[in-house]
């Protein structure tokens, strides 16, 4: 069982930057890759970005790529996405998944309860 707590969301101008946090249980974190998703009101739940279990190999959708980028410190069982020059349309709740499969684009058994950002103009 993988227990994930997201924080660090909240309300930021366009332009600014926000850094997202994902806290995890249990003494599997350095062996499971981590992603993020996000979900806008009235919309399915998207990829945003997806790293290996060392965190060398990273992946970004299309529409964040430059922008956003997902890292992991293992010491601390804790994944990031540090989100640059955010724009109104990043708006959703932003969900961390564990067990991403980065070949497969399977998702991971194991969510947060999510974090909202919100991006105003």
């Known amino acids: 069982q993988v227990q994930l707590v997201e924080s660090g969301g909240g309300l930021v101008q366009a332009g600014g930057s926000l850094r997202l946090s994902c806290a995890a249980s249990?003494?599997?974190?350095?062996?499971?890759?981590m992603a993020w998703f996000r979900q806008a009101p009235g919309k399915e739940r998207e990829f945003v970005a997806a790293?290996?279990?060392?965190?060398?190999?990273?992946y970004y959708a299309d529409s964040v790529k430059g922008r956003f980028t997902i890292s992991r410190d293992n010491s601390k069982n804790t994944a990031y996405l540090q989100m640059n020059s955010p724009k109104p349309e990043d708006t959703a709740v932003y969900y961390c998944n564990a067990g991403y499969g980065l070949v497969s684009g399977r998702r991971g058994d194991y969510w947060g309860q999510g974090t909202q950002v919100t991006v105003s103009s």
């Open positions: 249990g003494r599997t974190f350095s062996r499971t890759t």
């Open positions: 790293c290996s279990v060392s965190g060398d190999r990273t």
